[in-house]
Each structure stands twice: as structure tokens, then as C-alpha cells.
């Protein structure tokens, strides 16, 4: 019998901060300016020294697209002494190498030279495509324009970053739109083989935001898109579906083998009210299939040296240990 592998990543999140000049009509994770909005360096850096001591290897750090566009934040942030969020991630960033996680950012929408910069300390990035067709949901939402956003993909991978990027569905788009964003994803990883990962992600409805009574997506839908997704994608791109969104042994006939991150530190600050499962739970949920341990940049652009050589070490060492975790799962 063939073992279907399922891989993930244990992660710790970090919401640098919850502002956002954008403003989705489905977004309960950004807040105005207010204060505590910045997430501050002792948390922050604490949370990492617990993640390392729990077996963490990723940091992901999301947090909202341009918050300094948003008037007084940068008050906040020259708290910590910083004048720019991109600063203050890079910084972070830093830290965290020091601490023993990898980074991974997904900070909205950035120029060719910031992600450049970033590059210098994260071992992967990532950014939503979410759709390519122009919706009710992004109308106030500069950093959705799908063009900017194709754009910034395209740059990751002429900047050799390894990259995360996805779809968003039941946000008011058709399934011909999904169609298209997937093709698009296609496209362009034929021309710089940078993706290594495609997020098939349920709208979830969220009280107080103006989508809070759109119809959340069935699993035959979801089931549905991720058989599109396979089918259009090729075979080197994983097809990833959040184990706390959805039920992901039901949607793993259809195509899924990667979970993405799973913390067993912090909650999904984007889906707070969806906590994730742990990992013993899930691999009894998968039956047979087995759960198998990654870094956030994969094996085989580890290979390809697509990495900073500032994370050299740490990334040899951390995929020495999860590979010696998997083999030690494997034999349990
Ligand atoms: S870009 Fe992200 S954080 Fe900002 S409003 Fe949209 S969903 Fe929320």
C-alpha cells in the first residue's frame, strides 16, 4: 500500500501588528490605531525562546499591509525605537535567527528592494493572491489589486525566495476566478520555480465585519477547488488546507498533502475563534496517511541554496532534527 505523506510545520505566529491600511470586507484581524497595537519585542521575543524550547522551527510573521500609512502609527512603533514596520520585522527577524527559528514573512504587499532586504533573514515569504477578480470584499483595499499582487510573486521569484501564496475562496469570486488565479500561480512558477506551496483557504464568516452573513464554504466546494488545484498545479507544488479551517482528513482523496503551520504555542491570530488541532490528534485523524515534519523552506530549495547565506547553520541544523523527529515518529 502506497503511504500518502502529509507534511507540516511547527510554527510559532507573530502579528507584529494587527493595523492595516487595507480594509476587507471580511478582516477581523485588523484593528485601528490604538494603544498596544504594536506586538512589543520583549513579547515577541519571548514567544520565540518558548517556541524553541517546545521544538519550534518557524516564526511567521504576518501582520497588516503598510500600517504606517495609517495616521499615528508610527508614534507607536518609535516607542520601540523603530520608524518603519519593515525595520522593526528585519530586526525581529534578526533576533529570531539568533533564538533558533527560521522566519517566514507574509507582510502584505512589498516592493522588489524590500523583499530583497527581507530575504537577508527569512528562509521563506509568502503573500495571498486570494483572486484575481476585482470583488466587493477588496473595493477599499489598494493592496488586493490582483496585478500588484501578481507582481510582487513574480519579483519573489526573481529573487530566488522560496514562496508561499494561495487562494482565498467565498469571498465573491466564481469558480472560473479560481480557475484563472490557479492558471496565473501556474504560469508564473513555470517561469522562476519558486512556489513551493498553494494555500487553498475556506472563507470563514466573521461577526462585526461586513461579510458576517455571507455563507462559509462546504467541504464539497473546498473538496472541489482542491481537485482543480491538483489538477492545474504541478505535482512539485504542495496544496495546503488549514487543519484549523477545515476538515482535512476528508480533504486529503481530493488532493491536499501539506498542513501549513501548526502551532503548539500560539493561536491563529487571523482565525482566533479556530483553534488548531495538535499534531497527535491530527495524524489519528489521517489514519494512514503520515504526518511528516518540514522547515518552512523545503527540501529541495534547501538543495538549490535558494537561502540567505546568513541562515546557512541554522537551517542545517534544524532539518537535521526534523528529519531525525520524523524518522523517531516513524519508528514510534
Ligand atoms: S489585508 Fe489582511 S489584515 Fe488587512 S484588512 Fe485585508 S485581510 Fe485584514
Not at 492558471?183 to 519558486?194: E, P, Q
Request: with cysteine.
Amino acid at each position: 500500500m502506497v503511504v500518502r505523506i502529509i507534511t507540516f510545520s511547527r510554527n510559532i505566529f507573530l502579528p507584529l501588528t494587527t493595523v492595516c491600511h487595507n480594509r476587507c470586507g471580511y478582516c477581523s484581524f485588523r484593528t485601528p490605531v490604538r494603544e498596544g497595537c504594536v506586538l512589543p519585542p520583549g513579547t515577541i521575543l519571548e514567544t520565540v525562546r518558548q517556541g524553541a524550547i517546545l521544538g519550534c522551527t518557524e516564526a511567521l510573521f504576518t501582520f497588516g499591509e503598510r500600517p504606517g500609512l495609517e495616521p499615528g502609527f508610527n508614534t507607536h512603533l518609535a516607542r520601540y525605537g523603530y520608524r518603519d514596520i519593515l525595520d522593526y520585522c528585519f530586526h525581529m527577524a534578526e533576533k529570531t535567527i539568533e533564538l533558533g527559528l527560521l522566519p517566514h514573512t507574509n507582510a502584505g504587499v512589498l516592493t522588489y528592494e524590500e523583499m530583497k532586504r527581507l530575504a537577508e533573514v527569512n528562509a521563506s515569504m509568502g503573500l495571498m493572491l486570494e483572486t484575481t477578480a476585482r470583488i466587493k470584499a477588496h473595493e477599499n483595499s489598494p493592496g488586493k489589486d490582483p496585478a500588484v499582487r501578481i507582481e510582487m510573486i513574480e519579483n519573489a521569484g526573481r529573487l530566488r525566495i522560496p514562496f508561499t501564496t494561495g487562494i482565498l475562496l467565498g469571498i465573491g469570486e466564481t469558480v472560473r476566478d479560481r480557475e484563472e488565479s490557479l492558471t496565473v500561480i501556474r504560469d508564473i512558477h513555470r517561469r522562476y520555480g519558486h512556489i513551493q506551496e498553494v494555500i487553498i483557504q475556506n472563507f470563514c464568516p466573521k461577526e462585526g465585519t461586513p461579510m458576517a452573513r455571507h455563507a462559509p464554504v462546504d467541504s464539497g466546494e473546498m473538496c472541489g477547488a482542491i481537485r482543480m488545484a491538483r489538477e492545474i498545479l504541478p505535482p512539485d507544488i504542495a496544496i495546503q488546507a488549514p487543519p484549523n479551517l477545515a476538515d482535512v482528513a476528508s480533504l486529503v482523496p481530493c488532493g491536499i498533502d501539506d498542513l501549513g503551520g501548526i502551532s503548539p504555542l500560539t493561536v491563529d491570530y487571523v482565525n482566533p475563534e479556530h483553534q488548531w488541532p495538535q499534531i497527535e490528534e491530527l495524524q489519528r485523524q489521517l489514519g494512514n496517511c503520515r504526518l511528516v515534519e518540514r522547515l518552512c523552506i523545503y527540501p529541495r530549495f534547501i538543495e538549490k541554496g535558494w537561502y540567505s547565506p546568513r541562515l546557512k547553520p541554522l537551517i542545517n541544523r534544524l532539518h537535521q532534527q526534523v528529519q531525525e523527529r520524523s524518522k523517531i515518529r516513524e519508528e514510534g
